[in-house]
Antibody
Framework: QVQLVESGGGVVQPGRSLRLSCAAS????????MHWVRQAPGKGLEWVAA????????HYADSVRGRFTISRDTSKNTLYLQMNSLRIEDTAVYYC???????????????WGQGTQVTVSS | EIVLTQSPAILSLSPGERATLSCRAS??????LVWYQQKPGQAPRLLIY???NRATGIPARFSGSGSGTDFTLTISSLEPEDFAVYYC?????????FGGGTKVEIK
C-alpha cells in the first residue's frame, strides 16, 4: 500500500540546518509530484514546497524561498527537504504528501505522512 | 498569493445536525478547491478535490459545491467521528495556500 514515512526532525538552534527525509513506498516518485506542508503548534496548515513529477520543476512558499530546498533521490524513492538558516518561526510539524494523481498538475495532497517535529530554539 | 478565508472559525453542532462550512477566495480559483479533515494528533485527510469530487472512502454525507471564489463543504448529518478541523486549499496557482480552518465541535 501507499505509505510515506518522514524522519530527520529534531531540536536545532536558530541559524543552523536540518534535512528532512520522506521515504515513499507503494508508488514511484518519478510518477508523482510531492509536497512538504507544515503546521506550527496550535496553528493551521502551510504549504512549504513542491517538486513536480519530472523532478525539474520546483516551487516554494515565500517564507522559505532561498533557505529551503526540496529534492528527491529516485534510486531510494525518497523525498528531502534541506532547511538552512532556520528561524524560530520554522518550528512546526512537517508533513510530506503526494500529489493526488500521477503526472499532471494534480496538486491536492493524498496521502500524507505522519509528520516529523522540527523545533528551532536557542 | 490567493488568500482563502474560512468561516465560521468554530461551528458548534450536535450529532445528526447539518454542518455548512464556507471557504472564500480572494480571487477566482476556478474549480480548483480542495477540502481536508484533521483530527487532533493526526495528519490531515483528503475529503474532496476540485470542489465536489469525494476522495476514496469518504462517506456520501460529505459534499462540496461552489465555483470561482465561494465554496461550501456540507456534512449532511454529523456523525461522532466528524468532529474535527476542516481546511480548504486551492491549487489554482503557485503558491498553494490553505484557509485558516473551521473547527466543528460538539455542542
Amino acid at each position: 500500500q501507499v505509505q510515506l514515512v518522514e524522519s530527520g526532525g529534531g531540536v536545532v538552534q536558530p541559524g543552523r540546518s536540518l534535512r528532512l527525509s520522506c521515504a515513499a513506498s507503494g508508488f514511484t516518485l518519478t510518477n508523482y509530484g510531492m509536497h512538504w506542508v507544515r503546521q506550527a503548534p496550535g496553528k493551521g496548515l502551510e504549504w512549504v514546497a513542491a517538486i513536480l513529477y519530472d523532478g525539474n520543476n520546483k516551487h516554494y512558499a515565500d517564507s522559505v524561498r532561498g533557505r529551503f530546498t526540496i529534492s528527491r533521490d529516485t534510486s531510494k524513492n525518497t523525498l528531502y527537504l534541506q532547511m538552512n538558516s532556520l528561524r524560530i518561526e520554522d518550528t512546526a510539524v512537517y508533513y510530506c504528501a503526494r500529489a493526488g494523481r500521477h503526472h499532471g498538475d494534480f496538486h491536492w495532497f493524498d496521502p500524507w505522512g505522519q509528520g516529523t517535529q522540527v523545533t528551532v530554539s536557542s | 498569493e490567493i488568500v482563502l478565508t474560512q468561516s465560521p472559525a468554530i461551528l458548534s453542532l450536535s450529532p445528526g445536525e447539518r454542518a455548512t462550512l464556507s471557504c472564500r477566495a480572494s480571487q477566482s480559483v476556478s474549480s480548483y478547491l480542495v477540502w481536508y479533515q484533521q483530527k487532533p494528533g493526526q495528519a490531515p485527510r483528503l475529503l474532496i478535490y476540485d470542489v465536489s469530487n469525494r476522495a476514496t472512502g469518504i462517506p456520501a454525507r460529505f459534499s462540496g459545491s461552489g465555483s470561482g471564489t465561494d465554496f461550501t463543504l456540507t456534512i449532511s448529518s454529523l456523525e461522532p467521528e466528524d468532529f474535527a478541523v476542516y481546511y480548504c486549499q486551492h491549487r489554482s496557482s503557485w503558491p498553494l495556500t490553505f484557509g485558516g480552518g473551521t473547527k466543528v465541535e460538539i455542542k
